[in-house]
């Protein structure tokens, strides 16, 4: 079966834009969570959604936001771009989350975004 | 505060030997941890999920362990290949479908 695909691969922005990033999990996975993943910090969680519901945020600034949509694709958006957005952003997909996952949860390969 | 601390250092071994990653936390009460490989620039794959009623679990290569006294888990790799280098990585989940990961260990398998 098809694993999570994130688009785009790579995004360079400008300071101060705004950016939507997509991830489409796998079939039949209704759970899509986001983390940003940089050198520094390592892998952070930025918020979780299932059947469109926004169930957990990370510590995050009000700037990142997300949304899921009834087929279970969800987009993330990051406005107001600061230097220190540059990351790679992942998506994972599982069916439910939480402590049902006893098989793990599959990563997109990201969203390699840098800001100039 | 919630931590989870992965060897910091890069571990280089001969191909054929055992790899051992370590992976300890604190201020958890995990019912499971998982391990998860990263190749550069791509996402984690997952590898394994043990229970914490579970003192072992193996897969192929693979042999995870936990020790929820000593708040630690253990990640071989046994006959190691050159294929397996990548960097490691250990996840707890809290109760708010967020996984927490450590910083990861960089293995390097050398022919």
């Known amino acids: 079966k098809a694993g999570v695909t994130q688009t785009p691969r790579y995004l360079i922005k400008t300071r101060g834009q705004q950016v939507t990033l997509s991830c489409s999990p796998i079939s039949g996975h209704r759970s899509v969570s986001w983390y940003q993943q940089t050198p520094g910090q390592g892998l952070q969680f930025l918020f979780e959604y299932f059947s469109e519901t926004q169930r957990n945020k990370g510590n995050f600034p009000g700037r990142f936001s997300g949304r899921q949509f009834s087929n279970s694709r969800s987009e993330m958006n990051v406005s107001t771009l600061e230097l220190g957005d540059s990351a790679l952003y992942l998506c994972?997909?599982?069916?439910?989350?939480?402590?049902?996952?006893?098989?793990?949860?599959?990563f997109g390969s990201g969203t390699r975004l840098t800001v100039v | 505060s919630q931590k989870i601390e992965q060897n910091s250092e890069a571990l280089n071994i001969q191909e054929g030997k055992t790899a051992t990653l370590t992976c300890n936390y604190t201020?958890?009460?995990?019912?499971?941890l998982q391990w998860y490989r990263q190749d550069p620039g791509r996402g984690p794959v997952f590898l394994l999920l043990i229970r914490e009623n579970e003192k072992e679990k193996r897969k192929e290569r693979l042999k995870v362990t936990f020790d929820t006294t000593l708040k630690q888990s253990l990640f071989h790799i046994t006959a190691s290949q050159p294929a397996d280098s990548a960097t490691y990585l250990c996840a707890l989940e809290n109760s708010g479908y967020a996984l927490n990961f450590g910083k990861g260990t960089s293995l390097l398998v050398t022919p």
């Open positions: 994972a997909s599982s069916f439910a989350g939480g402590q049902t996952t006893y098989n793990g949860y599959t």
């Open positions: 201020n958890y009460s995990p019912a499971y």
